[in-house]
């Protein structure tokens, strides 16, 4: 089981920068990789950014250049730095770990946390 705890979401203004943070309580080591997912309302969730074991990164275009997701192994924490924030971003983000199990391939999901960017 890998239970991840989300932080760093809140209000901010267009333009603005935001830090999410992203708890896991497993060793990331043992997490093939770690992604921030997000769902605005009405909206299917969508993939934001992904970073492997092997440090290997992902962005969906719309993030690109603005986002950037790095992880610290030595406190288990992923983190998205979000920067240039638009309305459009207003979102819950929801952190993702994909795990090679003995029964599988196994996602676990945080619990979320809200970013609301003002125009």
């Known amino acids: 089981q890998v239970q991840l705890v989300e932080s760093g979401g809140g209000l901010v203004q267009g333009g603005g920068s935001l830090r999410l943070s992203c708890a896991a309580s497993a060793s990331i080591f043992s997490i093939n990789a770690m992604g921030w997912y997000r769902q605005a309302p009405g909206k299917q969730r969508e993939l934001v950014a992904s970073?492997?074991?092997?440090?290997?990164?992902n962005y969906a275009d719309s993030v690109k250049g603005r986002f950037t997701i790095t992880r610290d192994n030595a406190k288990n924490t992923v983190y998205l730095k979000m920067n240039s924030l638009k309305p459009e971003d207003t979102a819950v983000y929801y952190c993702n770990a994909h795990r090679a199990e003995a029964s599988g391939w196994r996602d676990y999901w945080g619990q979320g946390t809200q970013v609301t960017v003002s125009s």
């Open positions: 970073i492997t074991i092997g440090g290997t990164t």
